[in-house]
Protein backbone atom coordinates (compact mmCIF):
# COMPACT_ATOMS: atom_id res chain seq x y z
CA UNK A 1 0.00 0.00 0.00
CA UNK A 2 1.17 3.70 -1.01
CA UNK A 3 1.29 6.13 1.86
CA UNK A 4 -1.87 7.66 0.30
CA UNK A 5 -3.81 4.80 -0.15
CA UNK A 6 -2.88 3.81 3.65
CA UNK A 7 -3.99 7.53 4.18
CA UNK A 8 -7.26 7.22 2.60
CA UNK A 9 -8.20 3.92 3.89
CA UNK A 10 -7.27 5.34 7.76
CA UNK A 11 -9.84 8.23 6.48
CA UNK A 12 -12.65 5.74 5.67
CA UNK A 13 -12.49 3.74 8.90
CA UNK A 14 -13.15 7.15 11.29
CA UNK A 15 -15.97 7.89 8.22
CA UNK A 16 -17.27 4.96 8.78
CA UNK A 17 -17.47 5.26 12.36
CA UNK A 18 -18.42 8.59 12.84
CA UNK A 19 -22.23 8.94 14.27
CA UNK A 20 -22.26 12.36 13.45
CA UNK A 21 -20.89 13.78 17.05
CA UNK A 22 -18.84 11.87 18.12
CA UNK A 23 -16.24 8.48 16.18
CA UNK A 24 -16.97 5.16 17.76
CA UNK A 25 -13.76 3.86 18.97
CA UNK A 26 -15.35 -0.01 16.76
CA UNK A 27 -18.25 0.29 14.97
CA UNK A 28 -19.92 -3.55 16.75
CA UNK A 29 -17.61 -3.59 19.50
CA UNK A 30 -17.10 -0.14 21.30
CA UNK A 31 -20.21 1.78 20.05
CA UNK A 32 -20.63 4.85 22.62
CA UNK A 33 -17.75 7.29 23.07
CA UNK A 34 -14.69 6.63 24.69
CA UNK A 35 -12.65 8.68 26.62
CA UNK A 36 -8.98 8.38 25.76
CA UNK A 37 -9.78 7.04 21.92
CA UNK A 38 -11.85 10.42 21.53
CA UNK A 39 -8.62 12.70 22.10
CA UNK A 40 -6.53 10.18 20.09
CA UNK A 41 -8.77 10.35 17.18
CA UNK A 42 -9.08 14.17 17.05
CA UNK A 43 -5.18 13.57 16.92
CA UNK A 44 -5.76 11.99 13.79
CA UNK A 45 -8.54 14.11 12.70
CA UNK A 46 -6.97 17.40 12.78
CA UNK A 47 -4.49 16.47 10.01
CA UNK A 48 -7.27 16.81 7.67
CA UNK A 49 -10.42 18.28 9.13
CA UNK A 50 -9.50 20.33 12.07
CA UNK A 51 -13.43 21.42 12.57
CA UNK A 52 -14.39 18.09 12.82
CA UNK A 53 -11.08 17.45 15.81
CA UNK A 54 -12.77 19.86 17.72
CA UNK A 55 -16.10 18.51 17.72
CA UNK A 56 -15.11 15.32 18.85
CA UNK A 57 -13.43 17.40 21.84
CA UNK A 58 -16.30 19.03 22.40
CA UNK A 59 -18.36 15.77 22.47
CA UNK A 60 -16.07 14.04 24.87
CA UNK A 61 -16.38 17.99 27.52
CA UNK A 62 -19.94 17.17 27.05
CA UNK A 63 -20.08 14.38 29.21
CA UNK A 64 -18.01 15.96 31.96
CA UNK A 65 -19.60 15.82 35.70
CA UNK A 66 -20.06 19.17 37.25
CA UNK A 67 -17.32 17.85 39.96
CA UNK A 68 -14.71 18.58 36.91
CA UNK A 69 -14.24 14.05 36.25
CA UNK A 70 -14.30 13.49 32.44
CA UNK A 71 -15.75 9.95 32.62
CA UNK A 72 -14.12 6.91 30.73
CA UNK A 73 -16.98 5.72 28.41
CA UNK A 74 -20.16 8.71 27.51
CA UNK A 75 -23.43 7.20 26.40
CA UNK A 76 -25.24 10.36 24.73
CA UNK A 77 -26.48 7.90 22.40
CA UNK A 78 -28.20 5.88 24.96
CA UNK A 79 -27.92 2.09 25.30
CA UNK A 80 -26.67 -0.66 22.67
CA UNK A 81 -26.25 -4.27 22.96
CA UNK A 82 -22.89 -3.16 24.61
CA UNK A 83 -21.93 -4.47 28.43
CA UNK A 84 -21.60 -2.50 30.54
CA UNK A 85 -25.08 -0.70 29.47
CA UNK A 86 -25.77 3.03 30.66
CA UNK A 87 -27.64 1.71 33.61
CA UNK A 88 -25.57 -0.35 35.19
CA UNK A 89 -23.24 2.52 36.46
CA UNK A 90 -25.75 4.00 37.94
CA UNK A 91 -24.77 7.58 37.63
CA UNK A 92 -27.93 9.16 36.73
CA UNK A 93 -29.18 12.15 39.25
CA UNK A 94 -25.88 12.20 41.17
CA UNK A 95 -25.52 15.83 42.64
CA UNK A 96 -21.43 15.76 41.27
CA UNK A 97 -22.52 13.48 38.10
CA UNK A 98 -23.10 14.06 34.39
CA UNK A 99 -26.03 15.52 32.21
CA UNK A 100 -26.50 12.22 30.73
CA UNK A 101 -25.84 8.84 31.39
CA UNK A 102 -22.16 7.56 31.80
CA UNK A 103 -19.64 5.43 33.23
CA UNK A 104 -18.31 6.52 37.00
CA UNK A 105 -14.86 5.30 35.95
CA UNK A 106 -12.28 8.20 34.20
CA UNK A 107 -9.34 7.41 31.82
CA UNK A 108 -5.56 8.69 30.79
CA UNK A 109 -5.67 12.15 30.03
CA UNK A 110 -4.98 12.63 26.57
CA UNK A 111 -6.82 15.61 26.03
CA UNK A 112 -4.70 18.49 26.86
CA UNK A 113 -2.32 17.37 24.67
CA UNK A 114 -5.10 16.84 21.63
CA UNK A 115 -6.24 20.01 22.28
CA UNK A 116 -2.86 21.56 21.88
CA UNK A 117 -1.80 19.35 18.90
CA UNK A 118 -5.41 20.53 16.97
CA UNK A 119 -4.53 24.28 17.89
CA UNK A 120 -0.54 24.32 17.03
CA UNK A 121 -1.36 23.17 12.90
CA UNK A 122 -4.32 25.25 13.06
CA UNK A 123 -4.75 27.74 10.37
CA UNK A 124 -7.77 29.59 11.35
CA UNK A 125 -5.91 31.38 13.89
CA UNK A 126 -8.85 33.48 15.45
CA UNK A 127 -11.00 29.97 15.77
CA UNK A 128 -8.55 27.88 17.07
CA UNK A 129 -8.15 30.65 19.56
CA UNK A 130 -11.68 30.69 20.46
CA UNK A 131 -11.81 26.91 20.98
CA UNK A 132 -9.13 27.04 23.51
CA UNK A 133 -10.34 29.64 25.33
CA UNK A 134 -13.38 27.30 25.41
CA UNK A 135 -12.11 24.19 26.52
CA UNK A 136 -9.46 25.29 28.58
CA UNK A 137 -11.26 25.79 31.88
CA UNK A 138 -12.84 22.51 31.38
CA UNK A 139 -9.32 20.51 31.11
CA UNK A 140 -7.88 22.25 33.76
CA UNK A 141 -11.18 21.44 36.19
CA UNK A 142 -10.45 17.68 35.19
CA UNK A 143 -6.68 17.82 36.13
CA UNK A 144 -7.89 19.66 39.36
CA UNK A 145 -9.83 16.78 40.18
CA UNK A 146 -7.36 14.18 39.64
CA UNK A 147 -5.19 15.71 42.31
CA UNK A 148 -8.13 16.30 44.49
CA UNK A 149 -9.85 13.36 43.87
CA UNK A 150 -7.30 10.51 43.42
CA UNK A 151 -3.89 12.42 45.39
CA UNK A 152 -5.33 13.66 48.12
CA UNK A 153 -2.45 13.16 50.12
CA UNK A 154 -0.48 15.43 47.63
CA UNK A 155 2.09 12.96 46.37
CA UNK A 156 2.39 14.66 43.17
CA UNK A 157 0.92 11.09 42.01
CA UNK A 158 -2.72 10.40 41.34
CA UNK A 159 -4.42 6.89 41.54
CA UNK A 160 -6.63 4.97 39.79
CA UNK A 161 -9.56 2.97 41.34
CA UNK A 162 -10.37 0.13 38.81
CA UNK A 163 -8.02 -1.78 35.86
CA UNK A 164 -10.55 0.45 33.38
CA UNK A 165 -9.17 3.56 34.26
CA UNK A 166 -5.53 2.55 33.66
CA UNK A 167 -6.88 1.83 29.92
CA UNK A 168 -4.73 -1.25 29.77
CA UNK A 169 -7.97 -3.23 31.30
CA UNK A 170 -6.24 -6.72 31.66
CA UNK A 171 -2.15 -5.89 32.34
CA UNK A 172 -0.48 -8.00 34.57
CA UNK A 173 0.30 -4.45 36.10
CA UNK A 174 -3.08 -5.65 38.34
CA UNK A 175 -3.15 -9.06 38.46
CA UNK A 176 -1.51 -9.32 42.11
CA UNK A 177 -3.26 -6.68 43.53
CA UNK A 178 -6.82 -7.87 42.05
CA UNK A 179 -6.09 -11.49 43.61
CA UNK A 180 -5.87 -9.91 46.75
CA UNK A 181 -9.33 -8.64 46.91
CA UNK A 182 -12.36 -11.22 48.29
CA UNK A 183 -15.07 -11.43 45.86
CA UNK A 184 -18.76 -11.15 47.10
CA UNK A 185 -21.64 -10.05 46.37
CA UNK A 186 -20.30 -9.17 42.64
CA UNK A 187 -23.72 -7.65 40.66
CA UNK A 188 -25.55 -9.91 38.00
CA UNK A 189 -23.85 -9.52 34.25
CA UNK A 190 -23.63 -10.68 31.47
CA UNK A 191 -20.60 -9.94 28.81
CA UNK A 192 -21.35 -9.23 25.53
CA UNK A 193 -17.62 -8.62 24.65
CA UNK A 194 -17.19 -11.88 22.65
CA UNK A 195 -19.77 -11.50 20.05
CA UNK A 196 -17.48 -9.96 17.38
CA UNK A 197 -13.96 -10.80 18.75
CA UNK A 198 -12.56 -14.19 20.11
CA UNK A 199 -12.66 -14.71 23.66
CA UNK A 200 -8.61 -16.28 23.32
CA UNK A 201 -7.93 -12.57 23.01
CA UNK A 202 -9.95 -10.98 25.47
CA UNK A 203 -9.62 -10.20 29.22
CA UNK A 204 -10.46 -13.50 31.22
CA UNK A 205 -13.43 -14.74 32.89
CA UNK A 206 -11.38 -13.87 36.25
CA UNK A 207 -10.55 -10.25 35.17
CA UNK A 208 -14.32 -10.13 34.66
CA UNK A 209 -15.45 -10.94 37.99
CA UNK A 210 -13.06 -8.32 39.71
CA UNK A 211 -13.88 -5.71 37.28
CA UNK A 212 -17.52 -6.25 37.91
CA UNK A 213 -17.22 -6.48 41.68
CA UNK A 214 -15.34 -3.00 42.08
CA UNK A 215 -18.05 -1.21 39.74
CA UNK A 216 -20.50 -2.77 41.91
CA UNK A 217 -18.60 -1.49 45.34
CA UNK A 218 -18.29 2.15 43.85
CA UNK A 219 -22.16 2.67 42.56
CA UNK A 220 -23.10 1.61 46.09
CA UNK A 221 -20.77 4.47 47.61
CA UNK A 222 -22.74 6.46 44.67
CA UNK A 223 -19.16 7.26 42.74
CA UNK A 224 -18.59 10.33 45.97
CA UNK A 225 -15.18 11.29 45.43
CA UNK A 226 -13.77 11.19 48.99
CA UNK A 227 -15.76 7.67 49.75
CA UNK A 228 -13.62 5.98 46.62
CA UNK A 229 -10.72 7.10 47.50
CA UNK A 230 -10.50 5.75 51.19
CA UNK A 231 -12.30 3.16 50.63
CA UNK A 232 -11.49 1.13 46.94
CA UNK A 233 -9.99 -2.31 47.33
CA UNK A 234 -7.63 -1.19 44.52
CA UNK A 235 -5.66 1.82 44.37
CA UNK A 236 -2.41 2.46 42.84
CA UNK A 237 -0.35 4.96 41.23
CA UNK A 238 -0.26 3.85 37.50
CA UNK A 239 2.99 4.89 35.85
CA UNK A 240 0.87 5.08 32.25
CA UNK A 241 -1.53 7.16 33.48
CA UNK A 242 0.91 9.28 35.21
CA UNK A 243 3.05 9.78 32.71
CA UNK A 244 0.00 10.83 30.41
CA UNK A 245 -0.89 13.45 33.20
CA UNK A 246 2.35 15.07 33.11
CA UNK A 247 2.43 15.04 29.09
CA UNK A 248 -0.98 16.83 29.15
CA UNK A 249 -0.02 19.28 32.06
CA UNK A 250 3.01 20.40 29.55
CA UNK A 251 0.54 20.54 26.96
CA UNK A 252 -2.08 22.78 29.23
CA UNK A 253 1.06 25.12 30.21
CA UNK A 254 1.77 26.36 26.43
CA UNK A 255 -2.15 26.79 26.21
CA UNK A 256 -2.67 29.01 29.43
CA UNK A 257 0.63 30.94 28.97
CA UNK A 258 -0.61 31.54 25.55
CA UNK A 259 -4.23 32.85 26.34
CA UNK A 260 -2.86 34.82 29.44
CA UNK A 261 -4.15 32.48 32.26
CA UNK A 262 -1.99 31.89 35.54
CA UNK A 263 -0.61 28.60 35.51
CA UNK A 264 1.40 28.36 38.43
CA UNK A 265 -0.86 25.44 39.84
CA UNK A 266 0.69 23.63 36.62
CA UNK A 267 4.08 24.10 37.05
CA UNK A 268 3.37 23.27 40.83
CA UNK A 269 1.87 19.71 39.75
CA UNK A 270 4.94 19.22 37.32
CA UNK A 271 7.57 19.51 40.10
CA UNK A 272 5.69 17.52 41.99
CA UNK A 273 5.32 14.34 39.18
CA UNK A 274 9.48 15.43 38.24
CA UNK A 275 10.11 14.39 41.83
CA UNK A 276 7.65 11.53 42.49
CA UNK A 277 8.52 9.75 39.21
CA UNK A 278 12.09 9.05 40.85
CA UNK A 279 11.32 8.57 44.12
CA UNK A 280 8.55 6.33 43.96
CA UNK A 281 8.62 4.89 40.34
CA UNK A 282 11.50 4.59 39.28
CA UNK A 283 13.65 1.59 40.17
CA UNK A 284 17.16 1.74 39.84
CA UNK A 285 18.37 -1.33 40.19
CA UNK A 286 15.72 -2.71 36.59
CA UNK A 287 16.39 0.55 35.16
CA UNK A 288 12.48 0.62 34.44
CA UNK A 289 9.37 2.54 35.99
CA UNK A 290 6.77 0.86 37.95
CA UNK A 291 3.23 1.41 39.27
CA UNK A 292 2.56 1.83 42.95
CA UNK A 293 0.14 0.05 44.87
CA UNK A 294 -0.94 2.16 47.41
CA UNK A 295 -3.31 -0.61 49.39
CA UNK A 296 0.28 -3.13 49.38
CA UNK A 297 2.56 0.07 50.20
CA UNK A 298 4.69 -1.54 47.35
CA UNK A 299 6.09 -1.34 43.65
CA UNK A 300 4.28 -3.31 41.18
CA UNK A 301 7.33 -5.30 39.71
CA UNK A 302 5.79 -6.27 36.06
CA UNK A 303 7.72 -5.89 32.97
CA UNK A 304 4.93 -4.14 30.51
CA UNK A 305 4.96 -1.13 27.92
CA UNK A 306 3.77 0.96 30.70
CA UNK A 307 7.35 0.55 32.38
CA UNK A 308 8.82 2.95 29.47
CA UNK A 309 6.24 5.34 29.13
CA UNK A 310 7.87 8.00 31.60
CA UNK A 311 9.67 8.72 27.52
CA UNK A 312 6.13 10.13 26.98
CA UNK A 313 6.38 12.31 30.16
CA UNK A 314 9.60 14.01 29.38
CA UNK A 315 10.28 13.52 33.03
CA UNK A 316 13.38 11.23 32.97
CA UNK A 317 16.75 12.47 32.99
CA UNK A 318 18.88 11.49 29.99
CA UNK A 319 20.60 8.90 31.49
CA UNK A 320 17.60 7.66 33.00
CA UNK A 321 15.85 7.06 29.32
CA UNK A 322 18.96 5.61 27.74
CA UNK A 323 18.43 3.15 30.34
CA UNK A 324 15.06 2.53 29.59
CA UNK A 325 15.89 2.54 25.66
CA UNK A 326 19.20 0.14 26.00
CA UNK A 327 18.26 -2.19 28.39
CA UNK A 328 14.77 -2.43 27.48
CA UNK A 329 13.38 -1.36 24.62
CA UNK A 330 16.08 -2.00 21.72
CA UNK A 331 16.50 -5.90 23.66
CA UNK A 332 15.26 -8.40 21.53
CA UNK A 333 14.14 -10.72 24.79
CA UNK A 334 11.72 -7.91 25.94
CA UNK A 335 10.48 -5.28 23.44
CA UNK A 336 12.86 -5.18 20.30
CA UNK A 337 12.86 -7.50 17.70
CA UNK A 338 13.85 -10.88 17.66
CA UNK A 339 13.25 -14.29 17.84
CA UNK A 340 10.08 -14.14 20.13
CA UNK A 341 8.51 -11.57 17.79
CA UNK A 342 9.40 -9.31 15.13
CA UNK A 343 7.23 -6.19 15.77
CA UNK A 344 7.33 -3.26 18.86
CA UNK A 345 6.28 -2.34 21.31
CA UNK A 346 4.68 -5.84 22.85
CA UNK A 347 2.38 -4.63 25.65
CA UNK A 348 3.81 -7.05 28.10
CA UNK A 349 7.54 -7.80 28.12
CA UNK A 350 8.34 -11.21 25.80
CA UNK A 351 10.11 -12.57 28.70
CA UNK A 352 7.43 -12.24 31.76
CA UNK A 353 6.03 -15.46 32.78
CA UNK A 354 2.39 -13.77 32.30
CA UNK A 355 3.17 -12.63 28.64
CA UNK A 356 0.19 -14.04 26.36
CA UNK A 357 0.69 -12.90 22.76
CA UNK A 358 -3.09 -12.67 21.56
CA UNK A 359 -4.78 -11.78 24.53
CA UNK A 360 -5.64 -8.19 25.08
CA UNK A 361 -3.03 -6.20 27.10
CA UNK A 362 -0.98 -9.32 27.96
CA UNK A 363 1.41 -8.99 24.88
CA UNK A 364 -0.08 -7.68 21.87
CA UNK A 365 1.45 -4.45 19.93
CA UNK A 366 -0.91 -1.49 20.17
CA UNK A 367 -0.86 1.87 18.07
CA UNK A 368 -1.62 3.87 20.67
CA UNK A 369 1.19 2.71 22.54
CA UNK A 370 3.78 3.02 19.81
CA UNK A 371 2.78 6.56 19.28
CA UNK A 372 3.61 7.59 23.08
CA UNK A 373 6.96 5.71 22.71
CA UNK A 374 7.61 7.39 19.46
CA UNK A 375 7.08 10.95 20.87
CA UNK A 376 8.87 10.39 23.61
CA UNK A 377 11.88 8.97 21.62
CA UNK A 378 11.78 12.30 19.51
CA UNK A 379 11.87 14.23 22.63
CA UNK A 380 14.65 12.68 23.54
CA UNK A 381 16.59 12.66 19.99
CA UNK A 382 16.40 9.04 19.22
CA UNK A 383 14.99 9.74 15.95
CA UNK A 384 16.46 6.49 14.19
CA UNK A 385 14.74 4.27 16.33
CA UNK A 386 11.40 6.69 16.58
CA UNK A 387 11.94 6.07 12.82
CA UNK A 388 11.81 2.62 12.71
CA UNK A 389 8.77 2.12 15.20
CA UNK A 390 6.72 4.04 12.87
CA UNK A 391 8.05 2.38 10.20
CA UNK A 392 7.00 -1.26 12.01
CA UNK A 393 3.58 0.52 12.86
CA UNK A 394 2.48 1.72 9.10
CA UNK A 395 3.70 -1.75 8.35
CA UNK A 396 1.28 -3.11 10.43
CA UNK A 397 -1.65 -1.35 9.39
CA UNK A 398 -0.76 -2.37 5.80
CA UNK A 399 -0.88 -5.60 5.90
CA UNK A 400 -3.32 -6.66 8.97
CA UNK A 401 -5.70 -3.81 8.36
CA UNK A 402 -7.01 -0.85 11.07
CA UNK A 403 -7.40 -4.15 13.71
CA UNK A 404 -7.45 -3.22 17.46
CA UNK A 405 -4.15 -4.62 18.06
CA UNK A 406 -1.26 -7.09 16.89
CA UNK A 407 0.66 -10.15 17.46
CA UNK A 408 3.83 -9.23 17.93
CA UNK A 409 5.43 -12.36 16.58
CA UNK A 410 4.02 -11.93 13.35
CA UNK A 411 1.96 -8.78 12.94
CA UNK A 412 -1.27 -10.99 12.72
CA UNK A 413 -4.39 -8.77 13.24
CA UNK A 414 -6.27 -9.18 16.91
CA UNK A 415 -9.33 -7.67 18.34
CA UNK A 416 -11.95 -5.40 16.77
CA UNK A 417 -12.02 -4.70 13.13
CA UNK A 418 -12.02 -0.93 11.98
CA UNK A 419 -10.40 0.62 15.74
CA UNK A 420 -10.43 3.68 15.19
CA UNK A 421 -7.38 4.96 17.20
CA UNK A 422 -4.87 2.57 14.76
CA UNK A 423 -6.39 4.75 11.77
CA UNK A 424 -6.55 8.39 13.40
CA UNK A 425 -2.59 7.70 14.78
CA UNK A 426 -1.50 6.09 11.28
CA UNK A 427 -2.69 9.43 9.81
CA UNK A 428 -0.68 11.46 12.33
CA UNK A 429 2.44 8.93 12.08
CA UNK A 430 1.95 10.13 8.02
CA UNK A 431 1.86 13.20 8.49
CA UNK A 432 5.34 13.34 10.46
CA UNK A 433 7.05 11.46 7.73
CA UNK A 434 5.96 13.66 4.64
C1 LIG B 1 -14.05 -2.85 27.26
O1 LIG B 1 -15.28 -2.99 27.20
O2 LIG B 1 -13.26 -3.78 27.08
C2 LIG B 1 -13.52 -1.52 27.53
O3 LIG B 1 -12.11 -1.50 27.43
C3 LIG B 1 -13.90 -0.99 28.89
O4 LIG B 1 -13.49 0.32 28.96
Known amino acids: MTDTELRYAAMQVLKENDTGNFIKPAYRQYPHQWNWDAALIAIGLRTYDVPRARKEI ?29 DFWRTEGLPHGPAYPTSGLTQPPVLATAVRLIHKDATDKDASLAFVKEV ?12 AARDPEGTGLVAIIHPWESGMDNSTRWSEALSRIKLENVPSYQRKDFQHVREEERPSAQDYEYFMYLIGRYRDLQWEPEALYSKAPFLIQDVLLNAILARANTDLLMLGTEIGEPTTEIEGWLDKAREAFNERLWNHEEGLYFDYDLRAARPVQQNTCA ?7 GLPSSSQAQRLVDEHLSNPDEYAPGPNGQYYIPSTSKNSPLFEARRYWRGPVWININWFIIQGLRTYGYHDLADVITKQSLELVSKSGFVEYFDTRDGA ?22
Not at 414 to 433: I, K, R
Open 58 to 86: LSLLSGQWSDGMIPHILYPTGASDYFPIP
Open 136 to 147: YPKVLAWHRWFY
Open 307 to 313: ALSPLYS
Open 413 to 434: PLGAEGFSWSAALTLDLLSELT
